[in-house]
């Protein structure tokens, strides 16, 4: 059997030979599902710790804080970097940004990349982390905005509830996501390097992303 029979073999099991009355079943007894739902038992403490390890691998800046303390170190963030405004996602809990003094820019369907440019921070929440990945998941929801509110701005604090929000790995992440919504996966800063392995960061999204492990969020 040569490598061109093969290929062919598996196109006609995704596709279902012809009179099967189930192209369904053919395509699900070919794949292979026994894979590993996620690598070594941990505990909910470890896995968040090996999350926040993962992140700060990727360079992300990860900080830990629980419900009452966020709004102070949110604004602690904002102001340390120097932020006059920050973009907010129509459904941000409004108490997150409480204490915080930057003006408050709405994304709006007629903003322009050019009007997004101009705010010094964006807020969000997201929909799920990878802890042995150490990335992020947007799924454009209601405390995340449009995704490219989350792309455009330089500086990108990504609060992340915990233990709800944290899972242990991909597949696990993926029971929890649509596929049919805007799926945006981050692991740290934007970033690429050319032939020389020199980085740059901010290249196609945010140069510095702040992940918030934050405890007790509503």
Do not use: K
């Not at 804080?65 to 170190?73: M, N, Q």
């Not at 101009?118 to 990878?130: F, M, R």
């Not at 609060?159 to 799926?183: G, H, K, T």
């Amino acid at each position: 059997m040569t490598s061109r029979d093969i290929i062919l073999g598996r196109v006609r099991r995704a596709l279902g030979t012809p009179g099967d009355p189930d192209p369904e079943a053919s395509y699900e007894q070919a794949v292979d599902r026994s894979y590993l739902r996620e690598h070594g038992t941990r505990t909910t403490e470890q896995t968040v710790d090996l999350l926040a390890g993962n992140l700060a691998d990727y360079r992300a800046i990860v900080h830990r804080t629980d419900r009452e303390e966020l709004p102070l170190l949110l604004m602690r963030l904002l102001a340390s970097s120097g932020a006059r405004t920050v973009l907010v996602p129509p459904a941000l809990p409004p108490g997150w940004l409480a204490a915080a003094h930057p003006v408050r820019v709405a994304d709006r369907a007629g903003s322009t990349a050019a009007d997004l440019d101009e705010a010094d921070a964006v807020v969000t929440g997201c929909a799920v982390a990878i802890a042995e990945t150490g990335t992020i998941v947007l799924d454009g929801g209601p405390d995340q905005g449009r995704r490219r509110i989350t792309l455009v701005p330089d500086h990108h604090i990504c609060v992340v509830r915990v233990p709800d929000q944290v899972v242990s790995s991909v597949p696990r992440a993926l029971e929890r996501l649509d596929p049919a919504r805007p799926l945006t996966w981050i692991s740290g800063p934007s970033a690429t390097s050319d032939i020389e392995l020199d980085r740059v960061e901010g290249v196609h999204g945010p140069r510095t992303l702040e992940v918030v492990l934050v405890t007790g969020a509503d």
